[in-house]
């Protein structure tokens, strides 16, 4: 299996996750923004960020359901820790969490069919890393802006991941993120020094997140 990019934190693979997953050896942490089923977006905001045309696939919920909710499935089988933004539309196709997190945005996150959306759920499986240190407690964030700058119609703020891959795992474990898109969680990965692999059908994203990879973390 050949990666499309690698270095000493983070390896990308490009192509189908359901292919891929397989070949993967070990890792500690699933972390992951998958697919959010909500198809063709209309509007002015969602046609300027192109998020009427997120990928090759349509995103639906039958999309969500029938691909991606099983994949979360076998990552659930095969590792010990799983952590997924699943956005608040399909969070209930997905197997009962061990315990939930949110995302709250103070001035919305969009509309939802009941109105303005100011939350975004986060699911957690497996037991907690730093259960009984009371500092790491926090399963809530208020969140910060995305990188408008980044040619993806989701970029999830890079503060943000930090916070949530540093929550979830421990300096020295492996992370794995089957949904890499622009590859947000791999560039959190690298800069708190952990190693990653991603893996992302769209080769348009392999090459976002390749750049962003290739900026070295400074040394503090």
Known sequence: MKAYYQDSYCTIYHGDCREV?????????????????????????SKARN????????DTEEFVETVVVPVI?????????????????????????????VFYYPAG???????????QPILFYGKDPYGGTLGKHNARRSTE????SIDHPCPKPIGDWKWLLDR??????TILDPFMGSGTT??????????????????KYC??????????VLAL
């Open 21 to 45: 997953l397989p070949e993967v050896g070990d890792v500690d942490l699933v972390l992951t923004d998958p697919p959010y089923g909500v198809g063709k977006l209309v509007g002015g905001i």
């Open 51 to 58: 998020k009427n045309h997120y990928a090759s696939h349509d």
């Open 73 to 101: 499935i076998t990552c659930i089988e095969k590792v010990q820790r799983v952590v997924l933004t699943p956005g608040s539309r399909c969070m209930w196709l997905y197997p009962r969490p061990y315990c939930t997190g």
């Open 109 to 119: 996150a969009g509309m939802s069919r009941w109105g303005f959306n100011c939350w």
């Open 145 to 148: 802006a995305s990188d408008k």
């Open 168 to 173: 979830a795992s421990k300096e020295g474990e």
């Open 186 to 203: 791999l560039r959190a990965a690298k800069d708190l020094q952990r190693h990653a692999i991603g893996i992302e059908l769209e080769e």
């Open 207 to 216: 090459e976002i997140a390749a750049k962003r990879l290739a900026q070295e």
